[in-house]
């Protein structure tokens, strides 16, 4: 499986900004994709997922009401809109896959990885 992460960038606070996972290589009926982010310090941290069978979502806390998952089946492409852009977003972020039908947060149960695109947010 090949995972394509884009679409990050220099943005001011309360931007906004779309990231983009392509991915390829099998068929997504039971997969989930995540995205995970990793700021300079600090551990990797799951930021949302979505099941691609059946389009369930999941998002950290820190992120809900402000960031959107969503897939287009027809593009095998997984989207992170990030509306009200804070400083503490400015991260590099990650797009990983898994073969299983539940999102989970946990890093280490995604097996393919994408690589990461760096987002920067200044206040």
């Known amino acids: 499986v090949q995972l394509q992460a884009s679409g990050g960038g220099l943005v001011q606070a309360r931007d906004s900004l779309r990231l983009s996972c392509a991915a390829s290589?099998?068929?997504?009926?039971?997969?989930?994709v995540g995205w995970f982010r990793q700021a300079p310090g600090k551990e990797r941290e799951f930021v949302s997922g979505v099941s691609w069978g059946g389009g369930r979502t999941k998002y950290a806390d820190s992120v809900k009401g402000r960031f959107t998952i969503s897939k287009d089946n027809a593009k095998n492409t997984v989207y992170l809109q990030m509306s009200s852009l804070k400083p503490e977003d400015t991260a590099v972020y990650y797009c990983?896959?898994?073969?299983?039908?539940?999102?989970?947060?946990?890093?280490?149960?995604?097996?393919?990885w994408g690589q990461g695109t760096l987002v920067t947010v200044s206040s």
């Open positions: 990983a896959g898994s073969p299983r039908v539940t999102i989970t947060v946990d890093a280490s149960e995604y097996p393919d």
């Open positions: 290589g099998r068929s997504f009926g039971s997969y989930v």
